[in-house]
């Protein structure tokens, strides 16, 4: 790449084609003719700023995209982003248009190409020696040393925080939607203490912290959910926006297809999944919709080569909400419910809100003002511990699921004592690491006897 002087500006040749050269210099990035005397006209501006190509993206050994820095005209600042190769070929111009980044659509530069064309050709140019593996699954990476949250990798400290990395990058662009607020201490105080006053708040906690245990135990098997239901003002939502307050994401709607509830499903990988009021969606869907979530595995689907597609899969534990038990929502589908379904999605009644509405007005301010620092603390704790203590809890699990099993023989019930035994191990990791208050703690050590 030469450097060189047009009208008293540097510039620096980022690309050059047969009888044209692409310049950067300070005010953009400029398309400049050749002359017939060997010199460069001053070019058309093409781009605010250059398009840097910083890695290669792999997907199984195979090219897959590419990780581009560039400018974001319509945000006003450098962005990073990535362009899978599929989009590179197909969707070329609207994926920059999705990224704000502004460029004379339709333009003739030379010889009849397009800004599309010269666009490409330049990028296509760039051939960084740094490879990046892309994974369509967030949560544990392979060898369990790092942890994918939406497209931002965490690597673990010995601070309270975790640091990010770049061994690994999501195939899907949603690190935005991943919030974080506030201090571990101001959560603990004005969030985890007041979830004290409702059995369903801490159970809502504990399943977000619970869901990246999962894999890390080798619990795949013990992939499930929590539906509470009951009357309105019984603290419902707050249940589900505690949980997803833990690692500062969104909700899910109910009411979306059974492909892109596979997808979100890939996404929450390893991770709480907070769906919304289920009144919304068709009670049938919704039956369908929680086995799967719970079987860990989408539908069989044919390619358009009548090939059999891979099949998604996921391990979490997943949250919902409603006005009615599950049972009755099968009543309304017409349809039974099965034993399996039930144990994979257990209805949970609320218990009436004794908070004064003044006290609840303060604490829904509070969740939606403090979020995701408490979830990257606890991914931290999780991420820096060793094989030793990985092994020490699940003998705690264990030992805690044959404690549980004293109280009956019943195999269903068996099976949600499992779960519970597993929010149980939760709580007390996060004990550990002073990231819940020793109030949940007071009466005998176990967060679940005090509520």
């Known amino acids: 790449m030469s450097i060189g002087l047009v009208a008293n500006k540097e ?17 953009g990035v400029f398309v400049c003719k050749a002359k017939q005397s060997g010199e460069f006209s001053k070019g058309v501006k093409i781009l605010t700023d250059k398009l840097e190509v910083v890695a290669r993206l792999m997907c199984d050994g195979k090219y897959w995209g590419r990780l581009i820095n560039g400018y974001s005209d319509g945000e006003r600042r450098e962005i990073e982003f990535v362009l899978s190769d599929e989009d590179f070929h197909k969707n070329f111009e ?77 195939k899907f662009q949603t690190n935005s939607t991943f919030q974080q607020h506030g201090t571990v201490e101001e959560w603990k105080e004005k969030v985890a203490e007041v979830c004290l006053q409702n059995p369903v708040w801490v159970t809502s906690v504990l399943t977000a912290f619970a869901a990246p245990l999962l894999s890390l135990l080798g619990m795949q098997s013990e992939s499930g959910g929590f539906h509470f239901f009951g009357h309105s003002s019984t603290g419902k939502t707050i249940a589900l926006r505690l949980a997803s307050g833990v690692y500062g994401q969104p909700l899910v709607p109910w009411r979306i297809t059974a492909n892109a509830l596979e997808a979100q499903a890939q996404l929450h990988n390893d991770r709480v999944m907070v769906l919304d009021e289920v009144g919304q969606a068709n009670p049938r869907d919704v039956m369908e919709a929680a086995y799967m979530l719970a079987n860990s595995q989408g539908k069989g689907r044919l390619t358009k080569d009548i090939e059999l597609r891979q099949t998604k899969t996921w391990t979490l534990l997943f949250l919902s909400s409603g006005e009615v038990s599950i049972d009755e929502l099968a009543r309304k589908a017409k349809t039974d419910v099965f034993e399996g379904q039930r144990l994979r999605f257990l209805s949970t009644p609320m218990i009436e809100n004794q908070l004064p509405t003044h006290e609840i007005h303060a604490f829904e301010t509070a969740i939606k003002c403090l979020h995701g620092t408490i979830g990257k603390a606890w991914l931290n704790a999780l991420l820096k511990a060793s094989t030793s203590e990985i092994q020490e809890w699940n003998k705690q699990f264990h030992k805690q699921v044959d404690f549980f099993a004293k109280r009956s023989k019943d195999s269903r019930i068996r099976r949600v004592d499992r779960r519970f035994a597993l929010l149980s191990l939760a709580a007390k990791i996060a004990q550990k690491h002073n990231l819940l208050p020793e109030s949940w703690f007071e009466y005998k050590g176990d967060a679940y006897k005090n509520a």
């Open 11 to 27: 510039f620096r040749v980022l690309h050059r084609f047969s009888n044209a050269q692409l310049r950067h210099r300070t005010d």
């Open 94 to 170: 609207m994926s920059l248009m999705k990224e704000g980044i502004d460029f004379p659509y339709g333009a003739i530069f030379f010889n009849g190409r397009g800004c599309s064309s010269v666009l490409r050709e330049y990028i296509s140019s760039q051939k960084p020696s740094r490879k990046i593996e892309v994974r369509d699954l967030s949560g544990w990476v392979p060898n369990r040393d790092a942890y994918l949250l939406g497209t931002e990798l965490l690597a673990g400290t010995s601070d309270l925080m975790p640091e990010t990395s770049d061994k690994y990058r999501s």
